[in-house]
């Protein structure tokens, strides 16, 4: 009777530790920077290598927007449209892109560019007309009042087409 022995030979391999996709992002502010550029500001995340800003008018559909790698991007808007934005953080592993999930989406109304100019004209002892010129994409225009120390109280709201009113009272 032959014996045999062999010896197996066994190897073990660690594996890489794998990463994992970054958290949520939280906290996103919006701030209008100009007539044309919007600041979005939001709380870093732990592990992200850069992140991911989208956005959106009311009429379309989001687009990436901004890869950047702090917690801080500016995107270029339209005056007075509205915009829909959210962000998400973004990690590497090796080849590998990891996301992690969407903010929570905000929403921001950009300003119309310019003010109106304002004229007052007196028509009578006891009446004032007020005039003004139009603004581009202004959909109503909204009239206010202060007297001495007072806040400002609105008075009326008018429609776009409409750049005068008269009153009695300034």
């Not at 009429?59 to 962000?87: P, Q």
């Amino acid at each position: 009777v032959d014996a045999f022995a062999s010896m197996a030979e066994i190897r073990f391999y660690q594996a890489a530790a794998r990463k994992e996709a970054p958290a949520k992002v939280e906290n996103v502010k919006l701030s209008q920077k100009d007539y044309k550029t919007i600041n979005v500001k939001w709380d870093a995340v732990e592990g992200a290598e850069a992140y991911e800003v989208y956005s959106k008018t009311a009429e379309g559909s989001y687009k990436l927007t901004a890869t950047v790698d702090t917690n801080a991007a500016k995107i270029t808007v339209k005056t007075g449209k509205k915009y829909s934005v959210r962000v998400l953080a973004v990690a590497y592993d090796g080849d590998e892109v990891l996301k992690g999930d969407f903010s929570s989406t905000k929403n921001f109304t950009t300003q119309l560019e310019g003010k109106p100019e304002l004229a007052i004209e007196k028509v009578s002892t006891a009446k004032f007309k007020l005039s003004w010129t139009s603004i581009d994409g202004a959909t109503r225009y909204i009239i206010y009042r202060k007297r001495n120390d007072d806040k400002m109280k609105k008075v009326l709201t008018l429609g776009a087409d409409k750049l005068d009113y008269t009153t009695a009272e300034l």
